[in-house]
């Protein structure tokens, strides 16, 4: 199912920013919950999710929660008193051109969108045994976080045999989550938790989740191991003829923004 739209920003200095890298599928699922699936199957990427705690006074104090892949029990965030209930996307309230510079950011349509209309058009179906168990949370505001510099990066998508320029993509996909204030958030996971407390002292939290490869290490195909877990919304195969690729080629030597980036199926 698609996202609910806001079209209020988010805030960028939230309670919890929940920060996605990498090989990540975000998918809504209803309302109040979005499910973020990790390709388990694609060497040599590495699932890491970091905590990061920012009070008002004093240096930032970071906690490595997990280095490799979730096993058998799903990455829960759960938020006890949510000041928006549910899970939504931003969206600016005008048509969206894809022009880096323009006043609109954070909009979510700078992130690739499979079921959209610049891919297929259609919904699809996953492969549960090659992304799940992954992230899953019940509120937050999803937004483009960090796009990709064209003047660095060169995005083409392309299908049998034609080639189209994207100019921009979101290469980080972030979700803000504002809470009552000193209401908690609550963090579980196969082996540990963590409750992030409503402090009244303006203490604030990130969650960076990242599922990258090593550095300098880059994909002639950006969505090919995505495909490995895709199917048409009947379960039937996606040909390689009906294949939309992603291409990012260096317009300078040496950059770092050719991105290995999160998708979202639905938005």
Request: charged content about 25%; hydrophobic content about 30%.
């Amino acid at each position: 199912m698609p996202f609910k739209i806001t079209n209020t920003p988010p805030s960028t200095t939230p309670f919890l920013t929940v920060n996605f890298t990498g090989l990540l599928l975000i998918q809504p699922v209803s309302d109040d919950k979005c499910e973020i699936g990790i390709y388990r199957k694609a060497p040599p990427h590495n699932l890491k999710i970091r905590l990061v705690r920012y009070p008002r006074n004093g240096a930032p104090v970071s906690e490595d929660l997990i280095s490799g892949h979730l096993q058998s029990k799903w990455f829960s965030i759960s938020v006890d008193s949510p000041i928006h209930p549910g899970v939504f996307a931003y969206q600016d309230n005008s048509p969206f051109y894809r022009i880096p510079g323009t006043d609109r950011p954070y909009d979510i349509r700078w992130a690739i969108d499979l079921e959209g209309d610049e891919f297929y058009r259609d919904k699809l179906s996953t492969d549960g045994g090659k992304i799940h168990p992954g992230v899953k949370l019940d509120n937050g505001v999803f937004y483009s976080a960090k796009t990709t510099d064209p003047g660095m990066v060169s995005i083409t998508r392309s299908q049998r045999g034609h080639h189209y320029g994207m100019r921009s993509i979101a290469a980080t996909i972030a979700a803000a989550i504002e809470t009552v204030p000193g209401s908690p958030v609550f963090l579980e996971w196969k082996n540990g938790d963590r409750t992030l407390s409503g402090d009244l002292d303006g203490t604030r939290y990130e969650l960076d989740i990242s599922n990258e490869p090593p550095p300098n290490t880059t994909e002639a195909d950006e969505l090919k191991n995505y495909h490995t877990a895709l199917f048409k919304k009947d379960g039937s195969k996606i040909w390689d003829d009906e294949k939309w690729t992603l291409g990012a080629e260096e317009t300078i030597h040496g950059s770092d923004e050719i991105p290995c980036m999160p998708v979202i199926l639905g938005g």
